[in-house]
């Protein structure tokens, strides 16, 4: 974590090169089939929680980080109070718990493109891959391995900007020829049509989409002139972002008709369609192979990075028991690995005993959400307590119009997670109340009564003396 001290010459962040670590790591083409259903209206869809969630994130974080070292759980705990302090934290690992499921399927859904296209909608396939691969990365994990850490960042032109590039390119020279995109192209098409509340329910998903800008926050402190560059990195990287997420969506319409796409196998949906019509199918498979790197990548470098911050939360301050807070001879915190993987095996199944496997990716990604966005309104309002609390606090980096950023922040972060127990259009004949019950229950039981319990029953025997710096 970055810390309030002033970043000598040698080691100064260009304001360049952190807009891109932002762009890399929020940006990525899992998300394109799911604002694909909407065509061009995709761009509203993708814009609004852009300027609604997107910026206040990225510049109360900014300011947070360059004020108080130790991330989400030290901005809040000082801001509110340390037992929400907690749960902020605890959210933004818990939000892992069901990012991984969803992720996983769409690593199996692109793999099956590989071997057997029909299996990405067969439940019970989607479900082993998820649980295999899951188990697998523990294991590697556990072993304390930094062997796949350069995956990350290969991962955003392995797996991202070479696809995406390919897949513009392509939908380009599709439409040079006189084809006929599959999605309407006209400004008449520009808002998603109303057909009621469900119609606008997966712009929830683009709240998810933009989440991690706090992550990347923390290295203001590194950047020679705070208050200037970083403002300029963040626009350019809401431009890099934007243009990753939109333009493949919109090309992806173009050739897969919306009530055929699939929210998990859609870009291979997209890539198999251009290929067989330029008759080069044979590139197919590598493709699958790139994403499927990427993505894999990203999980192994990022399996134990939020369960680490709550593992140095819970000893020091005796949050969890030590069966999960205990570290084996490589200092990784297998138990809690171990434990988050049973609860992944269980939500796998998910995707065997619901029919539609994408109707179970979208489940699984608004409980991710919902859980997420109970740690943004916290930091929101710790935000503007901490700005009101502590005025004279040195800071890096002071953000414009705090408490109004903050106040939209909170406001569309409440109106996410209402509209998140919406059905959306796309889920298909399922019960609206199932549905309900489904989101509300994970995310109520995952973020709250989970922590609450954590709370009311620890002991003073669980607490565990650590370094301050590991915090920092």
């Known amino acids: 974590m970055a810390t309030t001290r002033v970043a000598t010459a040698t080691n100064y962040l260009s304001w360049i090169t952190l807009a891109l670590m932002t762009t890399s790591s929020v940006a990525s083409l899992r998300a394109a089939p799911t604002m694909a259903v909407y065509g061009l209206a995709c761009v509203f869809l993708y814009l609004l929680p852009a300027v609604l969630f997107l910026l206040p994130t990225a510049f109360v974080a900014a300011e947070l980080a360059s004020g108080w070292a130790g991330g989400v759980y030290r901005w809040v705990g000082e801001g509110i109070s340390q037992p929400a302090g907690f749960l902020a934290v605890w959210c933004q690992f818990a939000m892992t718990i069901f990012y991984y499921p969803s992720l996983l399927a769409y690593v199996a859904s692109t793999f099956a493109y590989i071997i057997d296209p029909s299996l990405a909608a067969n439940g019970g396939y989607v479900a082993i891959v998820i649980i295999t691969i899951y188990w697998a990365a523990v294991y590697i994990s556990s072993q304390g391995t930094k062997t796949v850490a350069g995956l990350s960042s290969a991962g955003l032109v392995i797996g991202t ?5 390919l897949l513009v390119v392509l939908g380009f020279v599709f439409l040079a020829q006189g084809n006929e995109p599959a999605a309407p192209m006209d400004a008449g098409h520009l808002l998603p049509a109303w057909t009621g509340l469900a119609s606008l329910v997966l712009i929830v998903n683009n709240f998810l989409s933009y989440a991690g800008m ?24 809401v431009l890099l972002v934007l243009a990753i997420f939109i333009v493949p969506a919109i090309v992806i319409s173009w050739v897969v008709p919306s009530k055929n796409l699939s929210l998990t196998a859609g870009v291979m949906q997209a890539f198999d369609g251009f290929f067989n019509h330029f008759h080069i199918g044979f590139l197919t498979p590598i493709l699958g192979v790139m994403l499927v790197a990427a993505a894999l990548g990203g999980m192994l470098t990022w399996l134990a990075g939020p369960s680490k911050g709550l593992l140095l939360i819970g000893r020091r301050e005796g949050y969890l028991p030590p069966v999960l807070t205990r570290v084996n001879k490589h200092g990784v915190q297998q138990n809690m690995l171990v434990a988050q993987g049973v609860v992944t095996t269980l939500l796998a199944l998910l995707y065997a005993l619901i029919p539609d496997v994408s109707s179970a990716y ?3 990604s608004v409980i991710t959400t919902q859980v997420y966005l109970i740690m943004y309104v916290l930091m929101f309002v710790a935000a503007v307590r901490l700005r009101r609390d502590q005025p004279d606090h040195p800071r890096g980096y002071r953000a414009p119009m705090l408490v109004a950023l903050c106040g939209v922040g909170i406001a569309s972060s409440l109106a996410a997670f209402l509209i998140g127990f919406v059905p959306p259009s796309q889920y298909g004949s399922g019960s609206p109340l199932g549905y309900v019950l489904l989101v509300g229950f994970g995310a109520g039981i995952v973020g709250l009564v989970v922590p609450y319990l954590f709370l009311r029953l620890r002991k003073p025997a669980w607490k565990i003396d650590e370094p301050q710096e590991t915090l920092a």
């Open 161 to 165: 900007l070479i696809p995406g590039a």
């Open 214 to 237: 706090e992550m990347n926050a923390v290295h203001v402190s590194s950047l020679k002139n705070p208050g200037k560059e970083y403002p300029r990195a963040m626009a350019l990287a």
């Open 362 to 364: 979208w489940i699984l």
